[in-house]
């Protein structure tokens, strides 16, 4: 039972897809994240919108004629 445990390092590097880095505790000696609290946006007060494939573009496109012009229902006639 002895060494079961991984090896845990106080000076661990922590890397953000933003360019921070932080010395972190860990059992990894280094980390790669997406997002840290230096580029979150309820941490850092920016919003970050990230676009694929133009679908903010196509929902206000959506939206804006869907407000523009109201369907209106025409009447059934019975033959």
């Not at 445990?5 to 860990?26: E, Q």
Request: charged fraction near 30%; charge should be positive.
């Amino acid at each position: 039972m002895k060494d079961i445990h991984p090896k845990y390092t106080d000076k661990a590097k922590a890397a953000c897809a933003c360019g921070a880095k932080y010395l972190v505790g860990s059992t990894m000696p280094e980390i790669s994240v997406e997002i840290c609290s230096a580029c979150h946006p309820f941490y850092s007060g920016t919003e970050k919108i990230i676009d694929t494939a133009g679908r903010i573009e196509r929902f206000k496109k959506l939206r804006a004629t869907a407000t523009k012009s109201p369907k209106i229902k025409k009447p059934r006639v019975k033959k």
